[in-house]
């Protein structure tokens, strides 16, 4: 049964609000799958099952693959079990995917994977709560709002705080655009497929992830801004000092943010690191 004719069943209604818009075409559905090219046993994790598509269509695909699926929305309990019946590999998690442990599920004894067409209004949390597991997914594979995956592939000059962080676990590429027709209801923008390889090991020399990241946020802080301001402003530095870490770093103080490449923001987390240890 497609998603439209479950939802009937149970006289429930997509809630905007919750980003309810369902995938119901076969072959966009076949295409998510065989882009994650997860092997059979791997772990897997689905943001949002929504009524249970993606969820069946992996199931059966992968039998013995631990499948977790975290769904917010508890009036699609019944309609779940109904659809997920078949499939004891399937676990279904009712709560906000961003105050799920992924730690938990997701322990280092085997590889796993995130295959989701996720709620579009959390799409930059989604990806931050993702990567911050300990262990990460080796490939994330999500449908997402296709102008937010342009985003997150764009090449310096056009990055961004979300395209950084992307890049710095893995390797973005958009597979396909996806029409509205393909969902029930309709969204209002067209959406993709983004596939993500996760780097195996960090692609810049950093000294911690978490100076790196603090980083960034600071470049970004201020839009359109000169990174002097940005990062004196962001790491609550005089702009001398501000002037002294991008020299360092051998950045132009004017440059801006969205010009800079993974590795010259490691450049400068490192001249950052010298100037403030821990
Ligand atoms: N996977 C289904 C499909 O392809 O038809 C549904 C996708 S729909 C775009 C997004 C799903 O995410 C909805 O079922 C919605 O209820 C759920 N959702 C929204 N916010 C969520 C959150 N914070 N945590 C977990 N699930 C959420």
């Given at each position: 049964m497609n998603p439209k004719q479950l939802m009937d069943q149970y006289q429930l209604e997509p809630r905007k609000g919750l980003g309810q818009?369902?995938?119901?075409d076969p072959n966009m559905l076949d295409k998510i799958i065989k882009t994650a090219d997860a092997q059979n046993g791997e772990r897997l994790l689905e943001v949002g099952p929504g009524t249970g598509a993606l969820t069946v269509k992996l199931a059966e695909s992968h039998p013995d693959s631990p499948i977790v699926a975290v769904e917010i929305d508890r009036r699609l309990e019944p309609v779940l079990s109904q659809t997920l019946?078949?499939?004891?590999?399937v676990r279904v998690i009712y709560e906000d995917f961003l105050r799920v442990n992924l730690n938990e599920h997701f322990p280092p004894d085997r590889a796993w994977k995130v295959v989701a067409n996720i709620p579009y209004y959390i799409t930059s949390d989604i990806l931050w709560q993702i990567f911050a597991c300990q262990h990460r997914p080796n490939r994330v594979v999500l449908t997402l709002q296709f102008e937010i995956g342009e985003r997150i592939c764009a090449k310096p000059n056009e990055m961004s705080r979300l395209a950084v962080m992307v890049q710095f676990y893995g390797q973005p590429q958009l597979v396909a655009k996806l029409p509205s027709a393909v969902f029930w209801p309709r969204p209002e923008v067209d959406s993709a497929i983004l596939r993500v390889e996760t780097h195996p090991t960090p692609p810049i020399d950093i000294p911690s992830e978490k100076l790196f990241f603090q980083v960034v946020k600071a470049g970004f802080s201020q839009k359109r801004k000169q990174l002097r301001n940005s990062l004196s402003s962001g790491l609550a530095l005089s702009g001398a000092v501000a002037d002294q870490l991008l020299q360092q770093a051998q950045l132009?103080?004017?440059?801006?943010?969205?010009?800079?490449t993974l590795e010259e923001w490691g450049q400068l987390t490192r001249a950052v690191a010298e100037h403030m240890p821990d």
């Open positions: 818009n369902f995938l119901h019946a078949p499939y004891p590999n132009d103080p004017k440059r801006r943010a969205e010009t800079l």
